[in-house]
């Protein structure tokens, strides 16, 4: 093992010291090459491209090559014709084209840029339901293409804006569209949620649950800060996040009483077998909209609750008017995987 060791180690010795010798010693065989490059235009962007180079040879151009296959090289008269493929990476990249006259050469360097591609759009629209355009700046050094999978969002490129059409909804729900860009290997979306809270959301609804039994429902009459279960007579306070599109509830609510008894939101892990009516801790709902379920809000638990993980809405009696465990006499409902289903009118 030594001994090959030794072997590679005066190899490498030798190559180093044969390369220090040719950089220190003057090649007597060089000669100057007679070709003479006056002009060239072959820094490109990212975008498929074509420059030329032009050259002064005495004996004219006999071949050209190029080291690379993205970058074509082809003689025309006394100029190299330079054709460059788009370049979808974010690197850039360089060849080497050889031009010919005869037994003498020379070499010039192709560039191009890598891809660039820059959108001042976020990963989703929220509007509401007038019709509107709205622009977002963008950058980019090759073809980029736009397009919607609905024809009430419209979208296009325009100089360096990137331009949303939105037109008016008056469907009576919230709609969804997607604005899909690409560039390149890039290709992202922009999602586009189109409502209003108060004439798409809020309204009659059936809230479902399953019982440990079967799945059943009732009434309830969704506000700006209430859910309001109209044929039992409780009203759970509800906060909207326009931003998540989204209801919520907190544990620890009163929501109304039953016979002497009064009745506090709570939130169950089923499968832990723990629940909760600390008002720290809830269920949150976002809203989607789909033609075949219609308007639809489905609680889970809202990340709060350490590792337990709420899959049910329980509602606790309490003997007085203040939820901690000495008034806790049991719950008299509950919900397991709660949802809202809009009633359309």
């Known amino acids: 093992m030594k ?12 190559v180093a010291v044969t390369a220090c010798s040719d950089d220190d010693t003057v090649n007597p065989y060089a000669q100057a090459s007679s070709i003479t490059v006056d002009s ?4 490109f962007q990212a975008a498929p491209s074509t420059g030329v180079i032009h050259v002064s040879a005495p ?18 008269g006394n100029s190299v014709v ?6 979808d990476g974010l690197e850039g990249r360089a060849s080497q084209v050889t031009i010919y006259s005869g037994k003498d050469s020379t070499q010039v360097t192709v560039q191009q840029m890598g891809f660039i591609f820059q959108i001042s759009a976020g990963s989703q629209l929220k509007v509401d339901d007038d019709a509107q355009t709205i622009s977002y700046d963008v950058k980019y ?9 609905v024809d009430w969002a ?3 490129l325009s100089g360096n804006k990137l331009n949303v059409s939105i037109k008016a ?9 997607y604005i899909y860009y690409q560039g390149g290997d890039i290709r992202d979306s922009i999602r586009v949620v189109q409502f209003d809270f108060e004439k798409d959301i809020m309204g009659n609804y059936r809230f479902v649950g399953y019982n440990g039994s079967k799945w059943t429902y009732t009434a309830a009459t969704l506000t700006a800060d209430t859910l309001e279960f109209t044929s039992l007579g409780f009203s759970l306070p509800i906060t909207f996040d326009p931003n998540t599109i989204s209801v919520s509830f907190k544990c620890g609510q009163l929501m109304g009483t039953y016979s002497s008894y009064y009745i ?8 832990a077998g723990y629940f909760t009516y600390s008002d720290k801790y809830g269920m949150v709902a976002p809203f989607t909209y789909s033609e075949e379920d219609g308007t639809i809000a489905e609680f889970v638990d809202d990340g709060t609750w350490g590792t337990y993980t709420a899959t049910t809405m329980r509602w606790e009696a309490f003997k007085a008017a203040s939820p901690i465990p000495a008034n806790r006499v049991g719950y008299i409902l509950y919900w397991m995987y709660p949802y809202l289903q809009k009633i359309e009118e």
């Open 40 to 43: 060239t235009r072959i820094l």
């Open 3 to 14: 001994k090959i060791l030794a072997i590679i180690s005066a190899v490498m010795a030798l």
């Open 169 to 177: 909804n008056d469907s009576g729900h919230l709609r969804n569209a």
């Open 82 to 87: 330079v054709n460059v493929e788009q370049n």
């Open 264 to 271: 506090y939101s709570s939130i169950w892990d089923t499968n």
């Open 141 to 149: 050094n090759a073809d980029i293409y736009v397009w919607s999978d």
């Open 154 to 156: 419209e979208a296009s």
């Open 59 to 76: 004996n004219g151009i006999s071949r050209v090559t190029s080291a690379a296959e993205w970058c074509a090289a082809t003689v025309s």
